[in-house]
Nanobody
Framework: HVQLVESGGGSVQAGGSLRLSCVVSEYTHHMNCLGWFRQAPGKDLEGVAAISKGDGRTYYADSVKERFIISLDNAENTLYLQMNNLTPEDTAIYYC????????????????????WGQGTQVTVS
């Protein structure tokens, strides 16, 4: 059973940076996409970024393009989200997600795409 464990959240001033980490307990044969979602108070889940495990293609929400970078270290089984030039609008709980079914029925930014979710880590920007 695949598990995702996030770390790296915290509080930072506007303009600062944080790096989130997500340790993936194991890779499975059909695992094809990993990513990050976030949920701000009173708002819906938002897809932030995703990466294709096969070819390394990356996807970003318009709101984070040019500021956030998603990467996957296969040797360390760790997914990262480097967040730069943070603004108060980035304040949210950030979730690491993985699609281990490989059905590709949903786009990268649909929560329905992902069947494995981490516990979440809080990011607060003031």
């Amino acid at each position: 059973h695949v598990q995702l464990v996030e770390s790296g959240g915290g509080s930072v001033q506007a303009g600062g940076s944080l790096r989130l980490s997500c340790v993936v307990s194991e890779y499975t044969h059909h695992m094809n996409c990993l990513g990050w979602f976030r949920q701000a108070p009173g708002k819906d889940l938002e897809g932030v970024a995703a990466i294709s495990k096969g070819d390394g293609r990356t996807y970003y929400a318009d709101s984070v393009k040019e500021r956030f970078i998603i990467s996957l270290d296969n040797a360390e089984n760790t997914l990262y989200l480097q967040m730069n030039n943070l603004t108060p609008e980035d304040t949210a709980i950030y979730y690491c997600v993985a699609d281990t079914r490989g059905t590709r029925l949903h786009t990268w930014d649909s929560p329905s795409r992902y069947n494995i979710w981490g516990q979440g880590t809080q990011v607060t920007v003031s």
